[in-house]
């Protein structure tokens, strides 16, 4: 009996909280829908950064990256 009325009140009690926040809490604002977009990522051309050869060593965080293009003309980076 006394879980059941402890329950009970937690219900009561929750449901007040509910019903207050409800009351308080200002509508969310809405974005325009021609909000312009996140500023896009750096872009690198792959000939501005191999400069005609066909690999290239990269240095990063004190490792060595190797990127090469393939006789498909497709970029492999590898450690």
Do not use: F, W
Not at 34 to 40: D, E, K, L, V
Request: aromatic share 2%; net charge positive.
């Amino acid at each position: 009996m006394t879980a059941i009325l402890i329950n009970y009140k937690m219900r009561a009690i929750l449901v007040c909280i509910r019903i207050q926040m409800k009351q308080h809490t200002p509508p969310a604002p809405v974005q325009p829908a021609t909000a312009p977009p996140a500023s896009p990522r750096p872009r690198v051309d792959s000939e501005a950064l191999l400069q005609g050869a066909a690999t290239l060593e990269i240095d990063h965080a004190g490792q060595l990256y190797l990127l090469r293009v393939t006789r498909e003309n497709k970029l492999i980076l590898t450690k």
